[in-house]
């Protein structure tokens, strides 16, 4: 069963910046895909950014430019860092995991086996 654990998350002030982690237990398969989503209380899951294990990445088309996914492939870790941060992005945010997946054409997958526990980010104006 894998295992992802978030941390980074906190408070944070308008035009300040972030950077959460994912720790993950390791995947199985040659190719997998790690995401990061975030949900407001009463709204719609959202996808944020995912990277898949030869570092393609794909985003949400409002937060290009300002979220930036990687993944140390070593340490099994994800990252998103996100910069200029608006009180719209308070949310909480979750990571999630999917073996034998690739970012294919910029599209963000929707759907995955493996969920973290999720992080609190909350931005204040």
């Known amino acids: 069963q894998v295992q992802l654990a978030e941390s980074g998350g906190g408070s944070v002030q308008a035009g300040g910046s972030l950077r959460l982690s994912c720790a993950a237990s390791p995947l199985s398969g040659s190719t997998y895909c790690m995401a990061w989503f975030r949900q407001v209380p009463g709204q719609k899951r959202e996808a944020v950014a995912m990277v898949d294990s030869d570092g393609r990445t794909a985003y949400a088309d409002s937060l290009k430019g300002r979220f930036f996914a990687s993944i140390d492939s070593a340490k099994n870790t994800l990252y998103l860092q996100m910069n200029d941060l608006k009180p719209d992005d308070t949310a909480m945010y979750y990571c999630?995991?999917?073996?034998?997946?690739?970012?294919?054409?910029?599209?963000?997958?929707?759907?995955?086996?493996?969920w973290g526990q999720g992080t609190q980010v909350t931005v204040s104006s």
């Open positions: 999630a995991a999917e073996s034998w997946c690739q970012v294919l054409r910029g599209v963000l997958r929707q759907d995955y086996n493996y």
